[in-house]
């Protein structure tokens, strides 16, 4: 896979590979530390990249404890991708 390939751009990019509502995207983007930066400007586009979000989904889901538990517990999730 290309290095273009794993960049995603936009959040409905960003929740179509992670298969969840761009809603939840920026909920996590706020709360739970997720992977994604706004570029510049005054109308910035949420970037991210499919390792990243790989990598941060391992950490989230595997964690039972702390913040990130308290989290899944508020959004009601049990598992994430």
């Known amino acids: 896979m290309g290095a273009s390939r794993k960049i995603l751009t936009g ?7 992670t298969g969840v509502s761009e809603g939840l995207i920026l909920k996590l983007i706020r709360t739970a530390g997720f992977p994604a930066r706004k570029t510049a400007g005054a109308n910035g586009i949420w970037v991210s990249n499919m390792d990243s979000i790989d990598e941060w989904s391992r950490k989230f889901s595997t964690s039972a404890t702390g913040v990130q538990s308290q989290i899944r517990a508020d959004l009601g999730l049990f598992f994430l991708f």
Do not use: P
């Open 11 to 17: 959040t409905k990019e960003i929740a179509g590979y």
